[in-house]
Each structure stands twice: as structure tokens, then as C-alpha cells.
């Protein structure tokens, strides 16, 4: 679906407010002092921090009646969310670069994923019933957080203290899917339950379940009990079951604070065949049944965390995590008439398991100006991936499984240093010893300048890198028409990125504040991996190379107005990005030149306080995207094709209030309003692989509501 400009101008206008820094330093109630932790030597207030970070806070996550990170970040400024209907997973990309290049951490430690650690996250397993909030920080974040950090970070901060001494909530969610209801196989169906109890002074403990059934979208498909073989049987989004549980104990005494949490995570999605098999029962009617699949996942997470002072001065941060993933598909025999499952055969189909220890150490010098941090970060990975996973071969062309360890072992040191009491200055170097690539490095400098008048700059610049994935790696998939193939001997992305912002706050009286923002960022990565068009004949050849070289450059302006009871809030991006890539075996090189693409977002939101009500519109415009893709002309020669993705918009409105003295909440809100399902995208060149087509986005226009009851009790 398209807007044009000038009506989406005119809406802007008149909602102002921006998406993404609604979640950041909101005006109202002080959020300009709210405490941050992540890329900070100790928790400090958001102003005080030299790089810029964006704060989503609990009250966000709330009134988006968000329940996975997806739905969050679907109205962040600069960042696009990609779902696919096949196996209904959303990654995340950022700067025009997906989601192998930004890190999601939790209490930063980086969540294990099929294909990453830290990256290649899919955003709809990500459960946020116990976060507190998420802290986002764009650009190169090497130093702190080691490899995969290189358009930016996101730190999930949960839960660790009730502010009753118990604390009991109990949330049923109901949505639509489209236009698709109905309570046991229709929709989505949302229900948790939480508990946390203060034992004393010094211990708490928390646990908490929660369920999310998505019965997947029809669309014009007739569903796994269709029996006619004319290819509408099954789900235009497959359904998906998913499973979350976690329990956290916690002790606080003066300084010292440590907490255990464990977290499981548990999802099955159903796949089910178009293809209809007739069974000759002769002399009985003739049956029919389908050759189905299940795709079943669980992880398991551990996590200990110390925190405290050594020798009345130094400050250590230790964590240590044990991770363990694994997906297993399971085939069957579906019945279409009894509805019976027979045959069922399960096989592990891909698992990792992780060793994770990161800490920290500062407070060396009892100085207010100068400040000392030196750390480490332990990685030990083993990777499974059975053959059917990605279609690897052994060099005698035979299917095999792959079993590899990767490990690394990081040192890092980087220092604040308040020059005068407007310049502080932050330098830091990371070192990595890697068991698999060459040793890598990570460097970064940040400043920061407070003016007169509430003017805050900021400039950072950071160098980061990133490693290669399993399939870049080990894939090999030959046959009469395909040639696909890893590389072993990839080496490591490295990439650059600078930053300058200016914020500037404005109070005219008690109660109007108006803050603005203007942030320019560029990126550069060198050795970029890419699927690289080999030769042409007899078959085309694909392989893994480090041969493109990417450059990025945005300009960013968020601004924000709080009046009364009102925040508005505006944000504009405007993104620049040249990809070369030099085949040189085939003598053509692609266009260097920047194409550019236009994100705005914005939001409003109104408090009733007499009616403890909240109401709340999101609105993002992203604009038209362009790439140029390896791919061979009508004469079958090597050509580089320019593909579109068509600009489309996305609005959603929620209306959440609270009753019996907050001990009942109730949202109720739509999604997608403008009823987005495809949109466009394809080459508008002639050639063999050239032509437009549907890409499948959202499944359209949606309701919800959600209900929480709290019981909350004090000693």
C-alpha cells in the first residue's frame, strides 16, 4: 500500500510525535534522569551517558500491548521488521543491514539463536512479560560488547525487584488475525501469570509462565483439514505454539547484589502440505492424507550475575551463562478423515550449546574526572546442524552433518575521562583471540560537550567486526541445477561507523518542554560476505565471498513536544546506501551510487488522569528501498539488476485504562490499520531472474484486548 508524500506530510503533522522517541527520554514524569545500564562503566542517569541511547520503557511496551520484541519494534525510526509467513519469524534490520549485524542481549548477555549468538535474532521469541525495559544504542558497539555489535546493540533489562513485598498479576490477551477469530482455532490467544515476593530485606524471588497461540492466517487457505488437492490446503501463515517460563532469585546487601535467573522457551510450528495423496480403498470410498512437518524448539537459559565492590573502591560486574538451543522437526502421516497422526518420525535438526562469561572491573583511580574499566568477554559454542538444515556435503558430494566449536576469548579496556566539566571523553580497545578466524580487534572514542542553554553534542566513532555464520561458512548444495557453496575460508567483516548528534531541550514553563534531536551516522563495512554470482555456464555457480564494500549514511532528526497531559512526539530519517560488488571472473561490476530511502515515524499519546486512561496512536512511513542484485540478462550474460521494495505505511492506536485502583488494567487497541497484507518488490529490468511479486508483510488490519489483574500486598 502507498501514501503519498504530501497527505502523509499533512498526517504527520497533524499527530506529530515519534515512534521511536516516544521510547526514549520522554518529557513526562522526569524520564531525562532515568538510570541506564548498558555501554556505562556503573548505572547513570540517560543525559549524563557519552553515547546516545534510547530507552523503551515499561510504560511503551504496555500500551503497544506488545508481547514479543516484534511488536515493539515495528515503530522504531530506523530499523525495519521482517516477517516471514513460512515459518512466522521476524528479524531486524538496522541502516539497511540485517540482522547479523545487530546484537540482542538480555541483562547483556547475548541470547543464543539458530545461526548467532547475539544476532540473527528472531524477534517473536523474545517474551517481554518480565522486562523492565530496553535500552538501544545505534552505531559500533565493538569495545563493550565484542563481535556482531556493528549497527547497533539492544539490551533487554528484565525485572529484578517488586516494589511490594508480593506481588501477583495474572494477563489474558485475545486478537484477531485479519479479520480471523474464534477462541480455540482461530486468532491469537495470549495468557500468563506472574509472581514475585520480597523475603526480606536482602532476598526476592520471581517466577512467571506465559502461552501465546498463534492459530496461524487463512487467508484463502482452507486449513490442515482441507481434502481437496487443489494446493489451498494449509496456512497463508503457518500456526505457532509458544511456551515461556522463569523463575529469578535475587540478594541485595549495601553494594553487593546477585541474582540467578533461568529462562525456558518453548515453540512448535506445524507445517502443513498443499499436497493432498488420494488412498484407493476399493471397495470404500477413497481416502486422503498429507505428509506433514513440525518444527520444534527449545531453549534453555542460565544466568548468574555478581555485582559489587573489592578493596571499598574497585566495582566488579561478573555473569556467567549456560545456554542450550535446539530445533527438531518431526514428519507425519496427517489423516484427513479420522484427523489422526501416524508414522511420526523426529530428528534433531539443528542445536547449539553455550558457555558465556563476560565482567568487568573500575573504580581504580578516587577520581571524579578520570575512570578506568578493563574486561573480559569467554565465548565456547558447539554448533550441530544436521544435513537436511542447509544441505551440506563432505567433498565426496556425500550429505553429512556438521559438528564445529567456535571460541574466543576477548580483553577489552576503555576509560572516561572528564576533561573539563562540560567535555567528557571515552576511549576504548577490545582484543579478541579467536579459535576459528584470525585474532580481530575493536577500537572506539567517544565525546561528549554540554553547552550553555541545555545543548548536548555528542561524536562517537567505533570500529567493529563481524563473523561468518554457519551456512556462509559450510553450505553445499550441488545437483543438476543448483551450485550453492560455502566458503571456509571467509574472514571476518570489519566496519566503521561516526556519529555526531546535537539534542537541545527547551522548557518555556511547568508545562511545556520541547526537546530536539539531530544525529548524522556513517558506516562503512569492508569485506562484506556475499552470495556471489561464480560463473554462468554450465549451471550458475554461487559461492561465499568477502568482496562487497558497503557505505551508509543517515540523517536523523527526533523532536519532541509535552504539554499538559499531551506528548507528541516526531521523528525523520533519511538513509543513504551504496553497495559495490566486483565480479571480476565475470567482468561486471556493480553501480557504486547511493540510493536512498525515507523512514518518518511519529506518535501521540493523551492522559485522562481522572480516568487513569492513556490514549496512544503510533504512526511509520517506510519509504521506497532499492538494492542492486547479481543476476544474468536476457543474452544469459552476468548483470546487476536494480530491486525495489515498494513504500508502504503502518498505524497502530490503543486506548489502555485502569480500574479498582490499578488492581485491574485493560487495553484495547488495533493493529495495522492501513490493512498492509503485500507489498511490491522485484526488478523493473528485463532478464531472466528480473519481474515484481508479492512480498508477503503482515496478515492485516487486527483488534486486541488485554486484561491484567494485579493483587499486590504489603507487610
Known amino acids: 500500500m502507498k501514501v503519498s508524500l504530501p497527505i502523509l506530510f499533512t498526517f504527520v503533522a497533524y499527530i506529530s510525535a515519534s515512534g521511536q522517541q516516544q521510547h526514549t527520554d520522554s518529557l513526562k514524569t522526569d524520564k531525562l534522569e532515568e538510570v541506564i545500564v548498558t555501554g556505562q562503566f556503573e548505572p547513570q542517569a540517560l543525559n549524563k551517558a557519552v553515547h546516545q541511547v534510547r530507552v523503551i520503557t515499561k510504560r511503551d511496551i504496555q500500551q503497544l500491548a506488545a508481547n514479543n520484541l516484534g511488536d515493539v519494534l515495528n515503530q522504531y525510526l530506523n530499523i525495519s521488521v521482517r516477517t516471514s509467513g513460512s515459518d512466522g519469524r ?58 556482531n555489535a556493528v549497527s547497533g546493540i539492544l539490551n533487554i533489562i528484565t525485572k529484578k525487584q517488586s516494589v511490594h513485598d508480593c506481588e501477583i498479576s495474572a494477563t489474558v490477551q485475545e486478537e484477531t488475525v485479519s479479520d480471523e477469530f474464534a477462541f480455540f482455532n482461530k486468532g491469537r490467544h495470549i495468557q500468563s501469570v506472574k509472581a514475585s515476593h520480597n523475603l526480606n530485606e536482602n532476598w526476592s524471588v520471581s517466577a512467571g509462565i506465559n502461552r501465546n497461540d498463534f492459530a496461524g492466517y487463512f487467508a484463502e487457505r482452507k486449513g490442515k483439514d482441507y481434502s481437496l488437492n487443489d494446493g489451498l490446503r494449509g496456512y497463508t501463515w503457518l500456526p505457532k505454539e509458544q511456551f515461556t517460563a522463569n523463575a529469578l532469585a535475587g540478594y541485595r546487601n549495601g553494594s553487593f547484589r546477585l541474582f540467578y535467573r533461568f529462562d525456558y522457551f518453548g515453540e512448535q510450528v506445524d507445517f502443513r502440505n498443499p499436497i493432498v495423496v488420494p488412498q484407493d480403498n476399493y ?125 574466543n576469548y576477548d580483553v577489552f579496556a576503555s576509560a572516561e575521562i572528564k576533561a573539563t566539566r562540560k567535555l567528557s571523553i571515552r576511549p576504548g580497545l577490545r582484543y579478541s ?140 530519517a533519511l ?30 499519546s493523551y492522559s485522562i488522569p481522572a480516568w ?47 480500574f479498582f485502583g490499578k488492581k485491574l488494567e485493560v487495553s484495547l487497541g488495533m493493529r495495522n490499520l492501513f490493512n498492509i497484507r503485500t507489498i511490491r518488490t522485484g526488478t523493473a529490468t528485463t532478464g531472466i531472474h528480473s519481474g515484481a511479486s508479492d512480498m508477503l508483510l503482515g496478515y492485516g488490519r487486527s483488534a486486541f484486548v488485554k486484561l491484567t489483574y494485579n493483587l499486590n500486598f504489603n507487610k
Open 90 to 147: 521476524s528479524q531486524v534490520s538496522m541502516f539497511g543491514l540485517d540482522a547479523q549485524y545487530f546484537k540482542i542481549l538480555v541483562d547483556n548477555i547475548p541470547l543464543v539463536t539458530d545461526n548467532g549468538l547475539g544476532n540473527n535474532t528472531d524477534l517473536t521469541q523474545v517474551n517481554l512479560d518480565e522486562v523492565e525495559r530496553i535500552e538501544i544504542i545505534e552505531g559500533a558497539m565493538g569495545v563493550t560488547h565484542g563481535a
Open 283 to 407: 471397495p470404500f470410498p477413497e481416502t486422503f492424507y498429507a505428509n506433514d512437518r513440525r518444527y520444534i524448539s527449545n531453549r534453555f537459559n542460565q544466568h548468574l550475575n555478581a555485582y559489587g565492590k573489592i578493596f571499598g573502591t574497585l566495582s566488579y560486574n561478573v555473569s556467567l551463562s549456560h545456554q542450550r538451543q535446539q530445533r527438531d522437526f518431526e514428519d507425519f502421516r496427517y489423516q484427513l478423515e479420522t484427523r489422526h497422526e501416524s508414522a511420526n518420525s523426529r530428528k534433531k535438526y539443528q542445536s547449539k550449546d553455550v558457555l558465556y562469561s563476560t565482567g568487568t572491573l573500575s573504580g581504580f583511580f578516587k577520581s571524579d574526572s578520570f575512570d578506568l574499566q578493563l574486561g573480559y568477554e569467554a565465548v565456547a559454542e558447539n554448533g550441530f546442524y544436521d544435513a537436511s538444515a542447509g544441505i551440506f556435503k563432505d567433498d565426496n558430494q556425500q550429505l553429512t552433518n556438521i559438528r564445529k566449536r567456535f571460541g
Open 433 to 572: 583471540f579467536q579459535s576459528v578466524f584470525d585474532d580481530q580487534y575493536a577500537a572506539s572514542l567517544g565525546l561528549r560537550y554540554l553547552f550553555p542553554k541545555a545543548i548536548e553534542m555528542r561524536m562517537s566513532l567505533g570500529r567493529s567486526y563481524r563473523t561468518p555464520n554457519f551456512d556462509e561458512l559450510y553450505t553445499y548444495f550441488v545437483d543438476s541445477n543448483h551450485n550453492l557453496q560455502g566458503n571456509e575460508s571467509l574472514s571476518p567483516e570489519a566496519a566503521m561507523s561516526y556519529e555526531l548528534s546535537v539534542k537541545k531541550s527547551t522548557s518555556f514553563d511547568a508545562d511545556v518542554k520541547v526537546s530536539n534531536t539531530l544525529a548524522v551516522t556513517l558506516l562503512t563495512v569492508d569485506d562484506r560476505i556475499s552470495l556471489v554470482l561464480e560463473d554462468i555456464v554450465p549451471t550458475q555457480r554461487y559461492k561465499y565471498l568477502n568482496i562487497d564494500r558497503y557505505k551508509m549514511w543517515n540523517l536523523a532528526s527526533t523532536n519532541q513536544l509535552s504539554y499538559e497531559n499531551w506528548n507528541l512526539n516526531l521523528g525523520l
Open 575 to 604: 538513509v543513504g546506501i551504496s553497495q559495490q560488488i566486483d565480479l571480476a571472473a565475470l567482468g561486471a561490476t556493480s553501480d557504486n551510487r547511493f540510493l536512498y530511502a525515507l523512514q518518518i515515524n511519529s506518535s501521540i
Open 612 to 658: 487513569r486512561t492513556l490514549l496512544a496512536i503510533y504512526y511509520k512511513y517506510n519509504g521506497r528501498q532499492q538494492q542492486y542484485i547479481a543476476s544474468t540478462d536476457a543474452n544469459n550474460n552476468a548483470a546487476f539488476l536494480l530491486s525495489e521494495i515498494e513504500a508502504y505505511s503502518w498505524m497502530d492506536a490503543s486506548v489502555r485504562r485502569e
